[in-house]
């Protein structure tokens, strides 16, 4: 899948500091200043649930 997938900058990252790029597809995550590097297979429904209930706030 990784292969297949066609990834997007995150709107949030910075020029130089916390670079995440999306899978299109989605389901994937990994960071942008390492394409070659490995990506972060998540639960997208489950991390948007988790987001909405505030799990990662500080």
Known sequence: MIESSR????S???QETHC??????????RDSKDP???????DVAG???AVKAGRFER
């Open 7 to 10: 990834w997007r900058k995150s």
């Open 12 to 14: 949030y990252s910075g």
């Open 20 to 29: 995440v790029e999306l899978s299109s597809p989605p389901g994937l995550i």
């Open 36 to 42: 070659e590097g490995p990506a972060l297979s998540v």
């Open 47 to 49: 991390f948007v649930r």
